[in-house]
Every structure is written in structure tokens, then in C-alpha cells.
């Protein structure tokens, strides 16, 4: 069975409150950490694989690896094992409080900068401790399109072993995305070649900049550095401002950086309007990115037998249109299946909180603040109801061919749209995810978080809108009806 894995903010269940973060910071910016955990290590850290984003308040069992599958870390566990001595995130929602104090005090002396988009960034400078203000950079990123965000997620850390960390995420930077939610997490490790600093900085840097799509930029055994490379140029380029000087030393150390073991590709999207008369100029980014990948690693015959199933979790829906076919049976599904077009509907299942699914979670009606799914959107698109399952299955089978952890929600501004009788790709949106082919991996290291197979929506479930107040449903553990009413109450 194929699989199509995106952001995965789903809730989880439970009623306990999730414990205070691993440090207090003063209002100078000092930080008490208190870390009653064992050690973490670079061991820790799966080499291009997944991790799971540590549940604070669901204790050590279920965090800890279970066969295979990885143990959970936190945001201070994962930046603890890496001991970076300079950092760089990219983000959509950013508390630089918050992630200060997942660095211990001798690691915040390094550089560490934050990146967002254009209106995020006052908020962001005016929330960074006068403390930190030598070693923190903050800079912001230009949106052309309405409807547009940065909301890639990325972290990069340069460590004192001579390595360079990868971390691409489904996660905000704030406290509640990585301590009470679902949330997971891809890391990759390179190692740099710092006697060859030159040569190779500009070897990597000119092959990118002479191949549009980057998918012959280079031997295919750095393809996922160049494929990170090219993402970054096309993403703050010279003409976004402050934004580009800060990328460009880290485009320069990843081509720096050997991640000859790495098999994975990046799938991104990059706000612009991409034309077919350029040669490989429309898959460079969104849904046709990804399929062009997927009819390189697998042919039409794997594609045709074994690719039947299509499975995507998010924690956003965005306006799909007033039918199926307009777009997410049509263009998105076909890129699903790496081209194969005329696809049954059927193979398309679609993962969503349902209403009971977000009143009993950890954070109860509060958690849906995360899930912006708007009725006035539901109310226009109900057909979607179709393809909706729960992530909780009767019971578990299925495996992966493939999987794709992005930043990308479900909406044409992720993922791109097809205009002028499809020979032009349009995005609004800045998003990041890494694609993994079972043949490239351990299959069981491809593991979802949900069961298979899906057990679709009863006729009586109802997916959660943010804006709707659930007056003829039991409250939840706090004795809200909806997300708006526990924003109303927790902003006073």
C-alpha cells in the first residue's frame, strides 16, 4: 500500500495537562534547566529517518522506541544530542522564548537565527529577550501572493563534531506543537568537508544554479543535498533582502556538507507561477514535484500494482473547489500516484479530527486553535466527508511504499494549482517535506501514525471547524463547546 504521510497535527487523547518545559527562563534570559532524563546523544538521532515529537504528560512507556520505531524526543532532547554551535529555524509560528529555552545555557551562546514571513516578523523581534540580542538574528520573508505563507519547517545546526544537522518538521516552534500534539519530526546528519571548504561550496552552488528542477544537478548520491540547496536559493534569493546574506552561509555549508547516504528527496513549494515553455520549471515545486519523483522511483508496472491506496493526514483543509474532480480527484490524486491518471476516488482517504476526536484530547477544544478548518469552507465542499477516516483502526495492518512528511496542509496555496489548460503551476505558499521510498529504507523504519487499515467516518461524525461552538455536544474536560470559546477564555 502506498502512502501519502503530510503534516501530522492530529490530537492526542488523554486529560491530564502537559508538564511544564525542561527550563525557566528569567526575565534576563538566564535558564534553569532541570533534566531528570537520561543523557541524550547524537545515537539518539535516527540518520535519515522519523522521529515522533515526545508527548510530555504521556510519561516514558509511550515515548520510548517500541520495535522499530524510534524513541520520541523533545525539542531540548533533539537540540541537547546535536550540541550545535550555530542553529537556524524556519517557520511559520515562531516563540523565541520558548525555543531559547530548549538550548542550554552554554549552547545559547551560539549564533541562533529565526526566520519567518514579512508579517510574522515584528512580533518575533519584540518577543526575543533584550538578553539575547547579540547571539539571536531575526528576518522575515517577503509573501508576494495573498493567501500565501511561510510555513516551511526547518531547522539547520551546525554541530562541533564537524557535521551539519538536517531537521525538517510538521511542527510550529511554539510549546504546545511539541509537548501535546502528534507531531513528528525527519533528521539527516552530513559531514562536513571543511578541508575542501572552497571547492566544495562552489561545486555544489553551481551545479544547482545551472539546472532548473535540480534533478540532475549533481552524482544521484548528493541529491538530497542538492535538492536542499535548491530549495533554499529559490526560497530568500537576492532580491528577498536580510534573508538571503543569513541563508546564503548556510547554503554554503550544506554544499559543504556529504550526505552521500541520504537517499531521500525534498519536496517543496515556493510561491510563484511556474510556466510549462520553461524547460522543468513546473515540477520544480508542489504536488507536480512529487510526482515527478515517484515516476523516477517507481515504474508504471510497481505503480500499477501495487500503488492503490493513497492516505493523507493534515491539520488544515483549504477551499478544494465545489466538486472532487476540480482538483483533489484530479490534478493532486494523479500526482499521488506519480502520474497515473483516472484514478477511482476511492483510492483517496483522508485523515482528519473528528468533533469527539478534538473534545477529548489532552488540551481538549483548545487543541482545535490548531486545526483551522473554517465552516463557511466545509459548507462548500460537502463531498470531502467521503474521504474522511479516523487514525484509530479496529485493528492494524498495511505497509508503505512511500511517505512524505511535509509542512503542507491540504489547499491549492501548499500544494500549487493548474491554470491556463495546465501548462502553468501556481503557488502561494512556502512548504517543506522529505519523501521516503520503502526500497530505500527498512520498511518497518516507514511507519505512520495512524492504523491501517482507516476506519472511515460513521454517518454521524463530523469533522472539526474551528469556528463553530458545539452547543448541543457535552463540553469538554474544561467546560468549553468549541476552539473560540477556549481562546475566549484563555486570552482573558
Same mark, same amino acid.
Given at each position: ?23 525557566? #527562563? ?134 562541533? +563534531? ?48 545551472? +539546472?532548473?528542477?535540480?534533478? *540532475? ?124 491518471? #483516472? ?10 479530527? *473528528?468533533?469527539?476526536?478534538?473534545? +477529548? ?63 502553468? #503551476? ?9 519523501? #521516503? ?22 454517518? +454521524? ?13 457535552? *463540553? ?17
Amino acid at each position: 500500500m502506498k502512502r501519502q504521510f503530510v503534516e501530522e497535527k492530529c490530537v492526542d487523547n488523554g486529560n491530564t495537562p502537559p508538564t511544564a518545559p525542561e527550563g525557566k #527562563m528569567s526575565k534576563s534570559g538566564d535558564v534553569d534547566v532541570q533534566n531528570t532524563l537520561a543523557e541524550p546523544n547524537s545515537s539518539d538521532l535516527m540518520d535519515g529517518g522519523v522521529h515522533l515529537v515526545k508527548v510530555e504528560c504521556l510519561g516514558t512507556e509511550a515515548n520510548n522506541s517500541k520495535g522499530n520505531v524510534p524513541r520520541a524526543l523533545s525539542l531540548f532532547e533533539l537540540i541537547r544530542a546535536i550540541r550545535p554551535i550555530a542553529s537556524i529555524h524556519f517557520n511559520y509560528c515562531i516563540d523565541p522564548q520558548w525555543v531559547l529555552r530548549q538550548y542550554s545555557r552554554r549552547l545559547r551562546e551560539c549564533p541562533i537565527a529565526f526566520v519567518v514571513g514579512h508579517q510574522q516578523l515584528q512580533a518575533l523581534r519584540a518577543a526575543v529577550p533584550s538578553a539575547f540580542a547579540a547571539s539571536v538574528r531575526c528576518a522575515g520573508v517577503p509573501m508576494p501572493f495573498a493567501y500565501g505563507t511561510h510555513h516551511a519547517k526547518l531547522s539547520l545546526f551546525e554541530a562541533n +563534531d564537524r557535521a551539519l544537522h538536517v531537521v525538517i518538521s510538521t511542527a510550529n516552534l511554539v510549546e504546545e506543537d511539541w509537548t501535546a500534539k502528534t507531531q513528528a519530526f525527519y533528521h539527516a546528519r552530513g559531514k562536513l568537508d571543511t578541508d575542501g571548504v572552497e571547492s566544495g561550496a562552489g561545486t555544489a552552488s553551481t551545479s544547482v544554479a545551472n +539546472d532548473a528542477d535540480a534533478n *540532475t544537478s549533481s552524482a544521484p548520491h548528493q541529491r538530497f543535498r542538492d535538492d536542499l540547496v535548491a530549495y533554499l536559493r529559490a526560497a530568500y534569493p537576492a532580491g528577498a533582502g536580510g534573508v538571503h546574506q543569513m541563508v546564503q552561509f548556510w547554503v554554503d555549508r550544506i554544499g559543504q556538507a556529504d550526505f552521500s547516504h541520504i537517499p531521500d528527496r525534498i519536496v517543496a513549494s515556493v510561491p510563484g507561477r511556474y510556466q510549462k515553455s520553461a524547460v522543468g520549471a513546473m515540477c520544480r515545486f508542489g504536488h507536480l514535484r512529487l510526482r515527478q519523483l515517484l515516476s523516477e522511483a517507481f515504474s508504471a508496472e510497481e505503480r500499477g500494482r501495487h500503488h492503490k491506496t493513497f492516505v493523507g493526514q493534515f491539520s488544515s483543509i483549504g477551499s478544494l473547489g465545489a466538486r472532487p474532480e476540480a482538483w483533489l480527484c484530479d490534478e493532486f490524486l494523479t500526482s499521488l500516484s506519480g502520474g497515473k491518471s #483516472m484514478l477511482s476516488a476511492s483510492a483517496l482517504k483522508l485523515i482528519y479530527p *473528528t468533533v469527539e476526536n478534538v473534545r +477529548d484530547s489532552l488540551e481538549g477544544y483548545a487543541a482545535g486553535l490548531s486545526l483551522p478548518y473554517s465552516s463557511q469552507t466545509h459548507r462548500k465542499q460537502p463531498y470531502l466527508k467521503q474521504f474522511l477516516h479516523h487514525y484509530v483502526a479496529l485493528d492494524s495492518a498495511g505497509q508503505c511504499q512511500w511517505l512524505l512528511l511535509t509542512s503542507a496542509n491540504l489547499s491549492h496555496s501548499a500544494w500549487g494549482k493548474l491554470e491556463k489548460g495546465c501548462t502553468q #503551476m501556481f503557488v502561494r505558499s512556502f512548504e517543506l517535506g522529505v519523501l #521516503m521510498c520503502a526500497k530505500d529504507h527498512q520498511r518497518s523504519a516507514l511507519f505512520p501514525p495512524f492504523d491501517l487499515p482507516l476506519t472511515k467516518y460513521a454517518a +454521524d461524525d463530523e469533522p472539526f471547524v474551528v469556528d463553530m461552538l458545539y452547543t448541543t455536544k457535552p *463540553t469538554d474536560a474544561n467546560g468549553f463547546r468549541g476552539a473560540m470559546d477556549a481562546r475566549t477564555a484563555l486570552t482573558g
